[in-house]
């Protein structure tokens, strides 16, 4: 029953990214099952998903042909490694699948089980590259304060929250500028200017580094667990134009805006951006099954591969078959579907108008969204911008707010956040965005 359930969670489950005294006084929300768009509690209580689970379940959650392609695999060939020159056929279909997918000149992956695993194997290969360049002292990866990039060290040093840095040795040959959070950090500045002035730290950052000692920066189209900050028009331009100036590789984290989240298969797309190496994760598999890799350009693998030598690198379950089933099942429905078609044309332009009006909300400075991401910004002030206050308790009671309403949105501080399944209908649409306005009204009153 529920409350054995939960004494049992309380003292058997260490939850990543969860206060465990609070997890006490709170107590957690058990998820019992789910259907396209919806999540339901052990209590009955059915939700609209506005998070995709984790920013994963980009198709919902009824997809059989993608539960029964990884049954099938699983009673073929359940696991084989992709080690010591051996292969499967699933982890081949997948690779080729994903290179016609990602922008050109990506045709090259290596499979890990997850988003941080890609990232600290984009570690690994930045430094081969430059070694076998012979340039050595190419060794500084600059990413971006506030980023997320995951949670093994390498993930984590690339990662700019601070919370996160108190409690690790971040690696010491990352260093952070700053994001172009304009809302947050703009001051007087236009978001065109303020767009430009962010990209230009990426210049000064190199140049106070030496433009010969800085082998990568890496950084997600738009930072999404930062709080869906969507840079200003201005921004991606300007760096594009920083990075063609020296010899610096450009890692695109799409983790969160790969498969459609744009309305473009990624992020890279949507911004005309040339990745050399670009991590994903989550939605590959509609989450369904753990699945990350990094596609690695041509430029890249064929230094990697024409030099020799072994690369020392790998994961028991890197490519495992019946995730790389996952991702086909997966790649096949977005395809035949016409997924991503219909987030650019119908649900994405449609989600942008009604999201827009959530920004006349009194307690609302900000709402944006892209594509099928949006951000409310909380405040006490719309004038001043003034937050609540600063221990961030406006985001938690809207959250709880939300989902007492009948819709999952995260907190990030007092940054409300969305990332509902990219197959939501214009109906659904309607419904979020009134859920939401309900949770915003409440929470008003709960702070007034
Ligand atoms: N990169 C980004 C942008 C992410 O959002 C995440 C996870 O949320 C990761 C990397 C890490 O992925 P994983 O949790 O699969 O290790």
Same mark, same amino acid.
């Given at each position: 029953?529920? &409350?054995?359930?939960?004494?049992?969670?309380?003292?058997?489950?260490?939850?990543?990214?969860?206060?465990? %005294?609070?997890?006490?006084?709170?107590?957690?929300?058990?998820?019992?099952?789910?259907?396209?768009?919806?999540?339901?509690?052990?209590?009955?209580?059915?939700?609209?998903?506005?998070?995709? /689970?984790?920013?994963?379940?980009?198709?919902?959650?009824?997809?059989?042909?993608?539960?029964?392609?990884?049954?099938?695999?699983?009673?073929?060939?359940?696991?084989?490694?992709?080690?010591?020159?051996?292969?499967?056929?699933?982890?081949?279909?997948?690779?080729?699948?994903?290179?016609?997918?990602?922008?050109?000149?990506?045709?090259?992956?290596?499979?890990?089980? &997850?988003?941080?695993?890609?990232?600290?194997?984009?570690?690994?290969?930045?430094?081969?590259?430059?070694?076998?360049?012979?340039?050595?002292?190419?060794?500084?990866?600059?990413?971006?304060?506030?980023?997320? %990039?995951?949670?093994?060290?390498?993930?984590?040093?690339?990662?700019?929250?601070?919370?996160? %840095?108190?409690?690790?040795?971040?690696?010491?040959?990352?260093?952070?500028?700053?994001?172009?959070?304009?809302?947050?950090?703009?001051?007087?500045?236009?978001?065109?200017?303020?767009?430009?002035?962010?990209?230009?730290?990426?210049?000064?950052?190199?140049?106070?580094?030496?433009?010969?000692?800085?082998?990568?920066?890496?950084?997600?189209?738009?930072?999404?667990?930062?709080?869906?900050?969507?840079?200003?028009?201005?921004?991606?331009?300007?760096?594009?134009?920083?990075?063609?100036?020296?010899?610096?590789?450009?890692?695109?984290?799409?983790?969160?805006?790969?498969?459609?989240?744009?309305?473009?298969?990624?992020?890279?797309?949507?911004?005309?951006?040339?990745?050399?190496?670009?991590?994903?994760?989550?939605?590959?598999?509609?989450?369904?099954?753990?699945?990350?890799?990094?596609?690695? &350009?041509?430029?890249?693998?064929?230094?990697?591969?024409?030099?020799?030598?072994?690369?020392? %690198?790998?994961?028991?379950?890197?490519?495992?078959?019946?995730?790389?089933?996952? /991702?086909?099942?997966?790649?096949?429905?977005?395809?035949?579907?016409?997924?991503?078609?219909?987030?650019?044309?119908?649900?994405?332009?449609?989600?942008?108008?009604?999201?827009?009006?959530?920004?006349?909300?009194?307690?609302?400075?900000?709402?944006?969204?892209? /594509?099928?991401?949006?951000?409310?910004?909380?405040?006490?002030?719309?004038?001043?911008?003034?937050?609540?206050?600063?221990?961030?308790?406006?985001?938690?009671?809207?959250?709880?707010?939300?989902?007492?309403?009948?819709?999952?949105?995260?907190?990030?501080?007092?940054?409300?956040?969305?990332?509902?399944?990219?197959?939501?209908?214009?109906?659904?649409?309607?419904?979020?965005?009134?859920?939401?306005?309900?949770?915003?009204?409440?929470?008003?009153?709960?702070?007034?």
């Amino acid at each position: 029953n529920k &409350s054995q359930l939960l004494q049992q969670d309380r003292e058997h489950l260490l939850h990543p990214f969860t206060d465990f %005294h609070d997890l006490g006084k709170q107590g957690t929300r058990v998820i019992t099952n789910a259907d396209g768009a919806y999540i339901t509690d052990i209590d009955g209580h059915r939700m609209l998903d506005g998070m995709s /689970g984790l920013w994963c379940c980009n198709l919902g959650y009824s997809r059989t042909e993608i539960a029964d392609a990884i049954y099938e695999q699983l009673k073929t060939l359940p696991f084989y490694n992709s080690f010591f020159q051996c292969t499967t056929i699933p982890s081949i279909e997948l690779a080729d699948a994903l290179s016609e997918v990602t922008p050109e000149g990506m045709n090259n992956v290596f499979f890990t089980g &997850s988003g941080s695993e890609a990232n600290d194997t984009n570690l690994r290969i930045i430094r081969r590259y430059w070694d076998l360049k012979e340039q050595p002292n190419k060794r500084i990866v600059i990413s971006r304060t506030n980023a997320y %990039h995951g949670s093994t060290i390498g993930g984590a040093s690339l990662g700019g929250m601070s919370g996160m %840095h108190k409690q690790f040795q971040a690696l010491d040959y990352i260093t952070h500028i700053q994001q172009p959070y304009w809302f947050g950090e703009g001051g007087d500045m236009s978001p065109e200017e303020f767009g430009v002035q962010a990209a230009r730290s990426l210049d000064e950052k190199i140049q106070e580094l030496g433009p010969d000692n800085v082998a990568a920066f890496i950084a997600e189209p738009i930072q999404g667990a930062g709080g869906v900050i969507i840079p200003p028009e201005t921004y991606w331009p300007e760096v594009k134009k920083v990075l063609a100036k020296y010899d610096i590789l450009l890692v695109m984290d799409e983790v969160i805006f790969g498969f459609g989240r744009t309305g473009e298969w990624f992020g890279s797309d949507y911004y005309g951006l040339k990745p050399d190496l670009m991590t994903f994760a989550k939605a590959v598999t509609n989450g369904y099954f753990p699945l990350g890799g990094t596609m690695v &350009s041509d430029r890249v693998a064929e230094v990697i591969k024409a030099k020799g030598g072994e690369f020392t %690198h790998g994961y028991t379950y890197s490519a495992h078959p019946a995730a790389c089933m996952a /991702g086909l099942a997966t790649l096949n429905v977005l395809r035949n579907d016409k997924i991503i078609d219909n987030v650019r044309e119908t649900t994405g332009p449609y989600l942008a108008k009604r999201w827009a009006e959530l920004g006349d909300h009194p307690i609302v400075g900000e709402a944006r969204s892209l /594509g099928m991401v949006g951000a409310l910004e909380l405040v006490k002030d719309k004038g001043s911008r003034a937050r609540f206050d600063d221990k961030c308790t406006a985001g938690g009671v809207c959250r709880d707010m939300s989902i007492k309403n009948g819709l999952v949105m995260r907190a990030t501080g007092d940054t409300m956040i969305i990332a509902p399944p990219l197959i939501i209908t214009t109906e659904q649409v309607d419904e979020l965005v009134e859920k939401a306005h309900r949770a915003l009204d409440d929470t008003a009153k709960a702070l007034a």
